[in-house]
């Protein structure tokens, strides 16, 4: 029972990392209808950010300023490389963040360097008292913060102007721009949101155990979060993000015993398996808008 | 008077081409003049094209009398990636299905052909069947049938949807190659790759005329040739064309009776039919592989090959996959012209970093700029002289 526990707690620790980072695929996809692929590098980017800043200035202050730093390079990306190709088909968009990925990761590990770097959190490995079991404190804090954002994201996209223009925009773009709303501006918008999204994951990535140059490989297992919940639903990814978190936790900690066969690390592939499972009975996700297409 | 005249300067123009009379034949000094609709689906369709492609063919069989073996390796394993980069193109280019997958075949060809061939004795699975054309062919044959696997989730999802499957299919597959260690031979051990012998005459080993560097060149060059002529027959015939109406509309195309069940599932089984040869030839002529090399990074790098050379057609897609082949060794050079550039892993700009950036940057630049690659840049170059000294 005390194992459950402490499994589920790791579960939605990382899950919250998964769901950060879905929220930022979800973000970028209402806006734009492109999947970018280049959220892993902004993730890092952000840890990076983070592991040197909180030397300085400790872990609590370098947050947000890496959540700055994320959101001006996804800001920048976005300028640059997403602008001269709006109305080009989506999938040389996705593409380009693709390279655009390649680019900022060769930057971001020349910074990390070959060994393994750490974030300078507060926490580390220490445990608190949850249930009257031993939990990490990392998950519990990852778990917070990351209900906080949701939170604030929520209350962005419902009680603000730029929220309610960016959600006229994710139902219909032309439409909104002809009641005025600028939709480059929401562009931007999504693309930095998304970047300081990134960051924040990157933030609690690495805490107790570092970052090295393969960290980025985590954050694709957000994809099959955002595929689970829906590619163009918030609520989906905080919820495909918590249970890809769950499942690869709860896999971590019975599949050596149950099914030794599977190989080690089984763990890192049972997102994908969960998202090919789900995706041959709700090809829009769990909690997706079904696609009605015209010709 | 005003009315006869346009029909009596009508009539010598149309009798040419009377449907009745419907005769291909080309007409001097009018290369892109076809008379007939067969004409122009010709595998050649113009004369420059039938005579340049002969010479590039006889001047790439000369290569290996002029450069060292280092090169030789590196331009049979371009010819071999080239393989593979026409099968992402079949699929991705012309039917339109976006697979970030491919590495995942390129490893299932690698293994199936290590297998067959590989010693019945030894510490890995092995059948000792190392005859050339049953291994390649095999190969293409299991990544084929792994591509089948693939075809149900494609022709329920479409567009980025279908990428993100594909890159899950990446993951699962560098899991299984790294844990199945008695066909791979786990990480960081690896195992021999397939034994290229044709008629009991074992071409990796010096033969009397040629030595082995150059027997694989000329191994490889053949196969690509054959490859592209038959990739170029399938995109010109009716399932080519099926192939794009797909990647056009995929709706209207349904309405129009093309299968889209069918097509969207024929474009992955060909295309990983040509992973799969690709990654036999490939696992033979590098001799190494690590399980774990089967990547995402992989599956970029022929995308990359795809994009650079030129979406959708075929003499692009050997132009990239050269490009892309060749960067890493042209990227070697830098640190003797620019000294910032470093050749040692540990310091910042070296050779490594450099080459990543330069696929990233690439992609990025062509993708922006150039769009159809560098088969855009040579069909420029082409207009350009075609039309000189005037501008168009």
């Given at each position: ?13 990382t899950?919250?990392v ?6 930022g ?18 993730m890092v980017?952000?840890?990076a ?12 202050l370098a947050?947000?300023v ?9 800001l920048?990306?976005e300028?640059?490389t ?14 380009i ?33 949850l ?16 209900g906080?954002?949701v939170?604030a ?8 102007r730029?929220g309610?223009?960016?959600?006229a925009v ?18 931007a918008l999504?693309?930095?949101l ?23 490989i ?11 919940g ?7 990814a ?28 089984f763990q890192?592939v049972?997102p ?7 995706l041959?009975?709700?090809?829009y996700g769990?909690?997706g ?7 | 008077?005003?009315?006869?005249l ?10 040419g081409?009377?449907?009745t009379?419907?005769r ?8 892109g ?7 122009e ?18 001047g ?9 073996d280092e090169w030789?390796?590196?331009?049979a ?7 593979g ?11 339109g ?14 293994y199936?052909?290590?297998?067959i ?5 030894g510490?890995?699975l ?18 084929g ?15 980025l ?6 890159l899950?299919?990446?993951?699962l ?13 786990g ?10 012998s044709l ?8 033969g ?8 694989m060149?000329?191994?490889?060059l ?26 056009d ?5 349904e309405?129009?009776?093309?299968g ?8 992955f ?5 040509y ?9 033979t002529v590098?001799g ?8 995402l ?5 022929f995308?990359?090959?795809v ?5 959708a057609t075929i003499s ?16 070697q050079?830098l640190p003797?012209l620019l ?25 990025i ?7 159809r ?5 040579w069909?420029r170059i ?11």
């Open positions: 029972m005390s194992e459950l526990v402490e499994v589920v707690v790791r579960g939605l620790g899950g919250s998964y769901a950060l980072l879905a929220l695929f979800v973000v970028i996809y209402r806006a734009t209808r492109v999947i970018s692929f280049a959220q892993p590098a902004f980017a952000g840890a950010a983070v592991s040197y800043l909180s030397v300085e200035i400790g872990y609590v947050v947000p890496a959540v700055l730093i994320g959101a001006g390079l996804a920048a990306v300028r640059t997403i602008r001269p190709m709006i109305g080009k088909p989506v999938f040389v968009i996705a593409i963040t693709l390279g655009v990925d390649v680019v900022v990761r060769v930057f971001v590990n020349a910074l990390i360097g070959a060994d393994v770097r750490q974030l300078g959190d507060p926490w580390g490995l220490e445990t608190v008292a249930l009257g079991v031993a939990v990490q404190q990392r998950f519990v804090a990852s778990f917070v913060v990351t906080l954002v939170a994201l929520f209350a962005f996209l419902r009680l603000t730029y309610l223009a960016m959600r994710a139902l219909d773009q032309e439409a909104s721009m002809a009641q005025g709303v600028s939709v480059g501006k929401v562009f999504s693309w930095a998304a970047g300081g999204l990134a960051a924040v994951a990157g933030a609690f990535v690495g805490t107790g155990s570092g970052i090295d140059q393969t960290t980025y985590v954050a694709f297992a957000a994809l099959p979060a955002i595929i689970l829906g590619i163009d639903s918030i609520g989906g905080v919820v495909g993000g918590l249970g890809v978190g769950l499942v690869q936790s709860l896999v971590a900690a019975y599949q050596p015993d149950v099914a030794p066969w599977l190989g080690s690390n890192v049972t994908y398996l969960l998202m090919l499972a789900v041959l009975v709700r090809p769990l909690f808008t079904p696609e009605v297409e015209r010709v | 008077m005003t009315t006869t346009p029909t009596s300067r009508e009539t010598p123009r149309t009798a081409v009377m449907p009379r419907r291909s034949r080309s007409l001097r000094g009018r290369p003049m076809f008379t007939s609709y067969a004409q689906l010709r595998l050649f369709n113009t004369r420059p094209k039938r005579i340049w492609v002969r010479l590039i063919i006889l790439a069989l000369f290569i290996p009398l002029a450069v060292t030789l390796r590196l331009l394993v371009g010819y071999v990636a080239a393989i980069a026409i099968g992402l193109n079949l699929v991705t280019g012309y039917a299905q976006v697979t970030l997958g491919h590495a995942f075949f390129i490893g299932v060809g690698a199936t052909a290590a297998v061939s590989g010693d019945p004795n510490s890995t092995g059948l000792g069947i190392t005859f050339l054309p049953i291994w390649v062919l095999a190969a293409g044959v299991v990544a049938l792994c591509g089948l696997l693939v075809a149900p989730l494609a022709v329920r999802l479409r567009g949807y279908l990428a993100v499957v594909t899950g299919l990446v993951f597959g560098e899991h299984i190659f790294k844990t199945w260690d008695a066909v791979t031979g990480p960081g051990v690896g195992r021999p790759a397939a034994v290229p008629f009991g005459y074992e071409l990796d080993q010096d009397p005329v040629f030595s082995a560097m150059q027997q060149y000329l191994l490889m053949t196969l690509l040739v054959i490859f592209a002529v038959l990739a170029r027959n399938l995109v010109r015939s009716k399932v080519g064309r099926a192939f794009a109406a797909v990647r509309r995929d709706i209207a195309a309405i129009m009776g093309v889209l069940t069918k097509h969207k599932a024929l474009a089984v060909v295309s990983s039919f992973a799969g040869c690709a990654g036999a030839l490939l696992y590098t190494f592989f690590d399980p774990g090399s089967f990547n990074l992989l599956s970029v790098q995308i990359a090959m994009l650079i050379g030129g979406v692009g897609s050997i132009m990239g996959a050269l490009f892309i082949t060749l960067l890493p060794r042209l990227v050079e003797s000294p910032a550039v470093s050749s040692s892993p540990t310091e910042f700009p070296n050779v490594f970093q450099v080459e990543s950036l330069l696929y990233g940057l690439l992609i630049g062509f993708l922006i700029f150039e769009p690659g560098l088969f855009g840049i069909i082409r207009s350009y002289w075609k039309a000189w000294p005037f501008t168009y």
